[in-house]
């Protein structure tokens, strides 16, 4: 019953996330690059990849589902996730390219304990970074998140409607710390269908590169957001 209605939630808060995904993007204004100040580049903590089904689902149907993917479940949560922490890397980089000075830091940042911020989400962070300024010595916070990471599949009740396809969300936010305001948001997702079989237990061979595909494709449109008006 716990996996159940656990997998229910997830359901929900993937139907949230694409529901909301762009009204939140904030482009960045080309004046950054003008002048750009010092970027302290962070991240949230990873997870591991998830299941993700989507459809009208009751409880029973949730029950019968987790119990028929459990083998497969089992393995989503061995995919690899250490693109995560190079995917920092990899801004940090593109940063310097760009003219701008980095500040990296190597412990992940949790908003769990944050203070909410209630203002304005479409120009304000959700949490009060501000503190931040002063233990971190910079004004400017990029923070990288994910969303949700895994593999989704359509349900009619119990009864599957398609095959398990990898998805990947990725949210960078470019934070004020002076004032919380949003500088830049963007989510990217990336959903690919698995080319051949997909059910090939325990290691899912055809579905692990969907799934590094899925990382490669939003990682690079998260990147290409930010970065394409960069003026070097």
């Known amino acids: 019953m716990t996996n159940a209605i656990k997998c229910l939630l997830l359901t929900c808060a993937l139907s949230m996330l694409g529901a909301c995904t762009s009204v939140n993007n904030v482009p960045l204004n080309r004046s950054f690059w003008k002048k750009p100040e010092q970027v302290a580049v962070v991240q949230e903590p990873g997870f591991k990849p998830q299941f993700y089904p989507e459809g009208q ?7 019968v589902e987790d119990i028929a ?12 996730m250490k693109w995560y922490p190079k995917l920092k890397q990899q801004f940090v980089v593109s940063f310097k390219k760009s003219g701008v000075k980095v ?38 916070l990029l923070l990288i998140s994910v969303d949700a990471a895994g593999a989704i599949r359509r349900y009619y009740g119990f009864i ?73």
């Open 103 to 140: 500040k990296t830091l190597s412990e992940d940042i949790s908003t769990k304990n944050f203070n909410y911020l209630n203002k304005n989400l479409q120009q304000y962070a959700k949490y009060d970074y501000s503190f931040l300024k002063t233990r971190i010595g910079v004004s400017k």
């Open 160 to 232: 599957p409607l398609s095959s398990p396809k990898a998805y990947v969300s990725l949210t960078g936010r470019l934070i004020n710390l002076k004032n919380n305001r949003i500088l830049w948001r963007y989510t990217a997702q990336s959903t690919v269908a698995v080319a051949g079989k997909w059910d090939q237990p325990p290691m899912y061979g055809n579905f692990t590169v969907a799934f590094n595909e899925a990382v490669r494709r939003a990682a690079g449109e998260l990147m290409q957001n930010l970065f394409s008006k960069s003026s070097k």
């Open 57 to 63: 689902q009751g409880i029973l149907d949730l029950i």
């Open 69 to 80: 993917t459990k083998n497969f479940r089992n393995y989503l949560q061995t995919l690899n």
